[in-house]
T-cell receptor
């Protein structure tokens, strides 16, 4: 069955430290998409990245980077030189294409990231 | 419009009362998804539509929840006889035809508080 696991419930670091949020997924599909969303205290969902299962290239966007490894079914998210504004809950999600999941997003439980000044 | 609109932003209902939430998808998007986020952050898929047709309703608690997407009207999610456990933020998302698997645009959510 499909599943997304974010084992870290809460992470607290001091500003300017690097931090990695873990995401492990389970799926039987060979074609799927992985996502990261940010949910700041204001509550809205902010889309960060989408990755398809055929593209294992790591991606960097400013201070954000993502490491996708199919061999370990992981899609980890690293924030370099963290800032207070990065404080939020971060969600990893999975969308399958071939199964009968009908495009619904399967969500991890979220990791609450606290950046202390 | 260019954004998914959800109304109201906040809704407070006494236990047993009815609650109705609305979602206007992005113009031209044919898929609409409803997700429930309960207080511990857990997201649960409720239902999806392809135009006005139910696409997937496997997540819907059918006894008290119902949803519709009618032509030329916002989609709606209705909860009859709300319970305390229905307190959550309800997110609506929309997508274009065939991109639903990889591109869902989310609205700002409706926070439902059942007292």
């Amino acid at each position: 069955a499909q599943k997304v696991t974010q084992a870290q419930t809460e992470i607290s670091v001091v500003e300017k430290e690097d931090v990695t949020l873990d995401c492990v997924y389970e799926t039987r599909d060979t074609t799927y998409y992985l996502f990261w969303y940010k949910q700041p205290p204001s509550g809205e969902l902010v889309f960060l990245i989408r990755r398809n299962s055929f593209d294992e290239q790591n991606e960097i966007s400013g201070r954000y980077s993502w490491n996708f490894q199919k061999s370990t079914s992981s899609f980890n998210f690293t924030i370099t030189a963290s800032q207070v504004v990065d404080s939020a809950v971060y969600f990893c999600a999975l969308s399958e294409v071939q199964s009968d999941s009908n495009y619904q997003l399967i969500w991890g439980a979220g990791t609450k990231l606290i950046i202390k000044p | 419009g260019e954004e998914v609109a959800q109304t109201p932003k906040h809704l407070v209902r006494g236990e047993g009362q009815k609650a109705k939430l609305y979602c206007a998808p992005i113009k031209g998007h044919s898929y609409v998804f409803w997700y429930q986020q309960v207080l511990k952050n857990e997201f649960k898929f409720l239902i999806s539509f392809q135009n006005e047709n139910v696409f997937d309703e496997t997540g819907m608690p059918k006894e008290r929840f119902s949803a519709k997407c009618l032509p030329n009207s916002p989609c709606s999610l209705e909860i009859q006889a709300t319970k305390l456990e229905d307190s959550a933020v309800y997110f609506c998302a929309s997508s274009q035809w065939r991109t639903g698997a990889y591109e869902q645009y989310f609205g700002p959510g409706t926070r439902l508080t059942v007292t």
